[in-house]
């Protein structure tokens, strides 16, 4: 090292560039109140502009003095930055914010080459923190909240934590209106310094903002959705119906007075003409007088509504003499309007009408003569199989009948075929036939055969064996369908099984049933029953007991065994019900 560098180094180490704690960076006046109140609505910077304002060019530099090439050596270059640091104080001390701004940035330039990625050196840092947080206070001041903002996240990109940076960045926050972004670095900012003063006074500030704002919502939201009259903006068109009633009520009211002030003086009319009159009459009171106007009233309605009915038949006779007359002579008189209908003209009007063999149907039904149905023949459904004759075209009912009788095909058995019908021997259109009663009654067997199922106890060294006594409750339906050229065997039923738990002398010490709810092909088609095939334990009919041991340890173990035993029970049941589904498959 040549005597110009260690004279260099010298320099540096006598300037204090350690990393200043947030409270003691006295180089620079703290922001007053005022500039932390600024308006949030000031204009931000444009996209166009650099961190100091300053208009960038077509080739991408600022203005002549920003463009200096920074120092290649670390030394030069930490040199020149500090000096760019204490020149921006000073044009900060004298009011010369651009001119403060302009050095800060240059300073900001001449580092942020040796601290790629954020791993340059401790000197480094604390030098670009220091004239970023500074270049963040002064953009601030020039009511550049956009780009003070900006600035500070850059310092918190090198120091998450840096209680200045946090702050700065916070007042660009509020003045910009976002007071939740405001707060959150507040509050960030007071849990790495609790006793910051400062940090604490400007989230007071915020907090109280952000609670006059939230009240003034909720007191547009009550507003919005109040039922008062007169306050609410959804209820607008109810009021508005409900003023409209009442104005109606009001206006029938006045108009009941009026016509009531009306009557009042006919009454005192009348009475003063009842007292005139010779001999004087007796006065009524004006309720009286009022009940008596009412009967007249009503009378007269009701003669009135005689007299237009009495007119109306009259008018009526007059139509049916002036229509017999005109049958009489063969003309038709022109049809007036008011023309009484017959019972046949009203009858085609309500669209019904009489069939010749006395069934009421529409008025637009049409009937077949005899000749039509002679040509047309039985139209009576017949089944289509090898053993309809082709040449019988008109079969009498009795074969119609047993052609529709699924039974005739199957000896008796209600199996109707496995294949398709003639009209679908393809087997491509869907075709559903019921097997519902072969297969209720299967199922039923299948289960009652259901062989003994034998359990023997090593504990107590007896053997027990639990039998099928009967089935109940078996119902629900079954098909085959046909599509495609495949067979779907579908069925869907539920049963109980009753069963009898006997010793080996035969001796019953037990009884229950087995609940079955649902024997359906999605859960027996698989061929695994054993897991899929649910089977519900009822509660004992009568419960377990042993007639040889009275103890309670032999009716602990009769009882295990029991249960033991059933369960072999219930294996055997799914493979009786298994059984079904394989007769199911090989009869259709």
């Known amino acids: 090292m040549n005597t110009t560098d260690a004279a260099a180094e010298e320099e540096i180490a006598s300037r204090d560039v350690s990393i200043p704690p947030p409270n003691a960076f006295d180089d620079v006046p703290p922001i007053s109140e005022e500039d932390s109140a600024s308006a949030a609505s000031a204009t931000d910077v444009d996209d166009d502009t650099d961190d100091d304002g300053a208009v960038k060019r077509n080739n991408g530099g600022s203005d002549d003095e920003d463009d200096d090439d920074p120092p290649p050596d670390p030394t030069d270059a930490l040199l020149s930055a500090m000096s760019h640091k204490e020149s921006g104080n000073e044009h900060f001390k004298s009011g010369k914010y651009a001119d403060a701004a302009r050095s800060y940035r240059r300073g900001t330039n001449v580092l942020k080459n040796f601290n790629h990625d954020n791993a340059g050196d401790e000197q480094v840092k604390s030098i670009l923190i220091t004239l970023q947080t500074n270049l963040s206070m002064v953009t601030y001041k020039q009511e550049k909240y956009r780009v003070s903002r900006d600035v500070a996240s850059k310092v918190l990109d090198i120091d998450p934590n840096n209680v200045k940076a946090l702050y700065r960045r916070a007042v660009a926050h509020r003045s910009m209106g976002d007071l939740d972004s405001a707060k959150d670095d507040l509050r960030a900012a007071l849990g790495a310094e609790p006793n910051n003063a400062a940090v604490r006074k400007e989230l007071a500030s915020v907090r109280k903002v952000l609670d006059e704002r939230r009240a003034k919502e909720k007191r547009g939201l009550q507003r919005a959705f109040s039922s008062r009259a007169g306050s609410s903006l959804l209820y607008s068109d109810r009021e508005e119906e409900e003023r409209r009633k009442e104005d109606e009520r009001r206006e029938k009211e006045r108009l009941e007075r009026e016509a009531t002030e009306g009557r009042k003086k006919e009454w005192e009319e009348e009475c003063v003409k009842r007292m005139a009159s010779d001999p004087p009459q007796d006065v009524v009171s004006f309720e009286e007088w009022e009940k008596q106007r009412r009967k007249k009233e009503e009378k007269a309605e009701k003669a009135r509504k005689k007299a237009k009915k009495a007119e109306e038949e009259r008018r009526r006779e ?7 007359g005109a049958a009489n ?16 003209e009203l009858a085609a009007l ?9 069934r009421t149907t529409s008025y637009f039904t049409r009937e077949q003569t005899e000749r039509e149905r002679e040509l047309i023949g039985s139209i009576a459904p017949r089944r289509l199989d090898g053993s309809s004759s082709s040449s019988s075209s008109n079969p009498t009912p009795a074969a119609a009948a047993a052609a529709l009788d699924p039974s005739s095909s199957s000896g008796g058995g209600g199996v109707t075929g496995s294949g398709p019908s003639a009209w679908n021997a393809s087997g491509t259109t869907w075709e559903e036939k019921d097997a519902t009663d072969w297969c209720t009654k299967t199922l039923e067997r299948c289960l009652l055969d259901a062989p003994p199922s034998s359990y023997f106890s090593e504990s107590s060294s007896t053997a027990y064996v639990a039998s099928v006594k009967g089935v109940s409750d078996v119902k629900g339906d079954a098909s085959v369908a046909i599509a495609g050229g495949k067979k779907r065997y579908i069925y869907d039923y539920h049963a109980t099984v009753d069963y009898e738990i006997s010793d080996g002398g035969g001796e019953v010490v037990a009884s229950g049933s087995l609940r079955l709810p649902e024997v359906h092909s999605a859960n027996t088609s698989s061929g695994n029953v054993e897991e899929e095939l649910e089977v519900e334990v009822l509660a004992w009919k009568r419960a377990p ?6 103890d309670d340890i032999g009716a602990s173990i009769t009882a295990q065994d029991c249960v033991e035993c059933r369960r072999v029970l219930i ?6 019900v298994l059984g079904f589904v394989e007769k199911f498959n090989a009869n259709f």
């Open 545 to 550: 007991s042993s007639p040889s041991r009275n």
């Open 329 to 344: 002579d063969g003309n038709d008189p022109d049809d007036d309007s008011e023309d009484e209908l017959t019972e046949k």
């Open 318 to 324: 007059e139509r049916r003499k002036a229509r017999a």
């Open 571 to 576: 294996t055997d049941v799914r493979k009786s």
């Open 350 to 358: 309500r669209g019904y009408k009489k069939t010749s063999d006395g």
